[in-house]
């Protein structure tokens, strides 16, 4: 199988990124290696033309803005999100059934339940640690070993498993961790992972937001390699587009990626696309680099563009009757424009044009996506963003199959597709 650099990255990157907070980390060191200047949200901003800068929040979500030499008049946006359904473990996770120690979970997002089952599971996520001067750090835990697994029941014990049965996660979901452990086993661990990871010793585990992650890496699959089979590909895929076409672009316009938080589970928090944190940033940056009056910060919106990407439904060889006949997006094929008349989306004819222009331009194969009228459409962060800030927005993704399983898959040259789109957008000096 040939190599390929941009998808060696892909692969590295999604191996490497368990959890929000590890994604937006790996996305800023990206970032840094390119030259761009980290700023606080706590800190006075001294901004320049023509420089590149990034803001995080939360740590879990981060903003990177390409600065126009010019007068600051319009944005080139990109939106993605960090976060992906999974297993959450709860405040108080230990708890003992035959002999062993599990880990109680909460279900983040819609997650398929089954496919997690008989997975060798990693841990990973963001503690909050006391050093014994009081002094509180948050740090990142990337446990990178099996350490847990959710067993089946055998078929003699449920000979009704295969016809289909509901899954209680409260009751059916909690991860086998340790025999014969205790409460105690669990902080005890944790902190030798600490001290092995980052040489943490002594330190007290004040809080944690952790979950499970799929141990099996990120793979080309198929005679040719034609697909790309990785956990958290929705929507860590755009997020690794949205950043290589950024880093590919000549950096004459101005232009922003946004990857928020909680996308998952409504996006309502403050680093979510539902929260200020995009709002406050431009905002920042308008008030030095363009007109700071209210009038001039919605001329930079409504002069500005945003392109929502999150991964499209592909067509299922084994279900194509789930597919509106005529809106069957196939894998490798192109990016996908996703339409809905009741605003899940926040495409528009309009804004459709726009990326069906970048795609002539570019020459690049686009398709269209539309649910069934007679199934319901999720969303995305593009109509939330619209919403915020006014935007306007089109919804746009890579074809994928298996969307929110703990296992996903997606095409291998829609990578390169999208990313030259991309690319073409962030490079386009006039916006329609």
Sequence with gaps: MPQDAPLERLLDFLRRSPTPWHATANMAERLEAAGFRRLDETHAWQLTPGERVYVTRNDSSIIALQLPREPLTALRMIGAHTDSPGLRLKPHA????????????????????????????????????????????G?????????????????????????GRAINAQTQMAPVFLQGGESADLDRLLRGWLAAEHGLDGVEIVDFELGFHDMQPPSRVGVEGELIASARLDNLLSCFIGLEALLESDGSQGAVLVANDHEEVGSASACGAQGPFLGDVLRRVNAQLGDASEEGHVRLIQASRMISCDNAHALHPNFPEKHDAA?????????????????RYATNSATAALFRTLCQEVEAPVQTFVTRADMGCGSTIGPITATELGVPTLDVGVPQWAMHSIRETAGARDVEHLTRVLTAFVDRRELP
């Design 94 to 137: 230990p708890q003992t059934s035959a002999g062993w120690l599990q880990l109680g979970v909460e279900v983040y997002g819609g997650a398929l339940l089954t496919p997690w089952y008989d997975r060798d599971l990693g841990l990973a996520g963001r503690v909050h640690v006391r050093h014994a001067d009081g002094r509180l750090e």
């Design 139 to 163: 740090v990142l835990l990337n446990v990178d070993r099996a350490v847990a697994i959710i067993p089946s029941l055998a078929i003699h014990l449920d000979r009704e498993a295969n016809n």
């Design 327 to 343: 809106h069957g997006p196939a894998l490798n094929e192109g990016p996908v424009i996703k339409v809905n008349a009741n605003q």
